[in-house]
């Protein structure tokens, strides 16, 4: 046995104040017992935050912890996840929430509750959470256009700010409801429904809430399976919406027709900072997006990007006032295609990129790991070594796993 765990019991009974944190995740629990764990907590006026995740815990485990839970009114953070809570457990963990007025977060994830767990758990959440991580648990378009659609109209949930429905089996038909319900609750600020099928069936009304949307700050949907079609229809609602600041949309193929929509919407749009677009298969960078003014942070990692794809990015480099973070890894970019990268500037290849960091004001992180570049894209001159001598706003520069060599960075003897 684990005595470790025995002078953890002891505090949690004798409301140790020092004892405000409490992880026993990863079968840990075991050794100190769920029944004594849950009569502890109900006593317990100390303990704030609660892990059990990854615990093999079931139904009749999540009634005692439920009991507890209900009569607890300290505790303000619980993880469950990766557990076998089922419909049973999401059932028993709803009716403690009808008399808990703590709780502001709480972690379901990979708990397979279904559609009638989710359910259960949206019809007992109380106005006090403000955290809700409901992700992979085989949920689907039917719960979440029942369940959603009478949330929208309930008293319950004002507090919710981050909702998590990842991993699940949502479609293209299921989000519209979900949006319907954010523009009912005004706290909600990050939503993620990353890995669904979004894209699979796909509907045009699916984003068409969003342009009314207030509060949104943070929308993740990577891996939906998003083609350009579904792209567009999100870009369609950008050029109204007013309040996203944060978009990711990796690993979905976007392309280039995608990305040319999204681009062209965010002419319109003067509040999205930070877009991600890592696997998104592209190859060009459209014209488009020589009209930003926005966008603060742009990952463009592991995509298929030429030299001619990079001629607008750097059109846009020239003007721009705004990009901070760039990161362009993964795109085996070379020595030929750097030809075209800030082609106006009167220098070639790689040269042409560092001559630009010269003239540059606004990046202060670029990423060019991985592009293939060379020690011969940098043997002429000191082109490395000569730019970040010029520039003043650079503060972080990746070149791994670039072959370039000491004398590629013209020997470290200017900046190093």
């Known amino acids: 046995m684990d005595f470790s765990t025995i002078p953890k019991l002891k505090r949690l009974k004798t409301n140790d104040l020092r004892f405000k944190y409490l992880e026993v995740g990863h079968n ?34 999540v009634n005692d912890i439920s009991k507890a839970l209900s009569l607890n009114s300290t505790l303000i953070s619980l993880d469950i996840s990766d557990n076998k809570v089922g419909e049973e457990g999401a059932k028993s963990i709803s ?28 019809s007992g959440c109380n106005n006090t959470l403000t955290s809700l991580d409901l992700g992979g648990n085989m949920i689907g378009d039917e719960g979440i256009r029942d369940i959603f659609k009478t949330a929208a109209h309930s008293n319950t949930l ?27 609750r005004t706290s909600l600020v990050t939503l993620s429904l990353d890995s669904n099928q979004i894209g699979v069936v796909e509907s045009e009304n699916t984003f068409k809430p969003l342009a009314h949307n207030t509060t949104l700050n943070s929308l993740s949907l990577r891996r939906n399976q998003m083609g350009a079609k579904t792209v567009k229809n999100l870009s369609a609602v950008l050029t109204s919406n007013s309040t996203l600041t944060a978009l990711d949309l990796g690993r979905n193929s976007v392309g280039e027709n995608g990305a040319e929509r999204l681009f062209e919407a965010l002419t319109h749009n003067t509040t999205l900072a930070s877009l991600i677009l890592d696997n998104t298969d592209l190859k060009v960078i459209p014209q488009t997006f020589t009209s930003n003014i926005s966008l603060t942070t742009l990952n463009l990692e592991d995509n298929k990007i030429n030299g001619k794809g990079l001629k607008w990015l750097s059109e846009a480099l020239k003007k721009n006032s705004t990009l901070s973070i760039l990161n362009l890894g993964g795109n085996k970019i070379g020595d030929d295609e750097f030809e075209s990268l800030f082609n106006e500037i009167e220098t070639e290849g790689i040269r042409g990129l560092f001559g630009a960091l010269v003239y540059n004001t606004t990046l202060r992180d670029l990423n060019l790991k991985c592009n293939e570049i060379g020690y011969g894209d940098c043997e002429e001159t000191n082109s490395i070594s000569t730019a970040l001598n010029h520039n003043t706003t650079l503060t972080s520069l990746n070149l791994g796993y670039n072959g370039i060599g000491y004398r590629g960075y013209g020997g470290g003897k200017e900046y190093i």
């Not at 849950?38 to 615990?55: G, M, P, Y």
């Not at 004002?158 to 319900?181: A, M, Q, W």
């Open 28 to 61: 840990t629990i075991r050794e100190m017992g769920i029944g004594n764990l849950s009569v502890a907590l109900t006593s317990n006026t100390v303990l704030v935050h609660l892990d059990i995740s990854s615990d093999e815990i079931g139904a009749k485990e």
């Open 95 to 122: 009716d403690a929430l009808t008399y808990n007025s703590t709780l502001s977060f709480l972690s379901l994830r990979c708990n397979l509750i279904g559609d009638k767990g989710l359910e259960y758990v949206f």
């Open 158 to 184: 004002h507090s919710l700010t981050i909702l998590d429905l990842g991993y699940n089996r949502i479609t293209g038909k299921g989000p519209e409801c979900v949006f319907k319900f954010i523009l009912s």
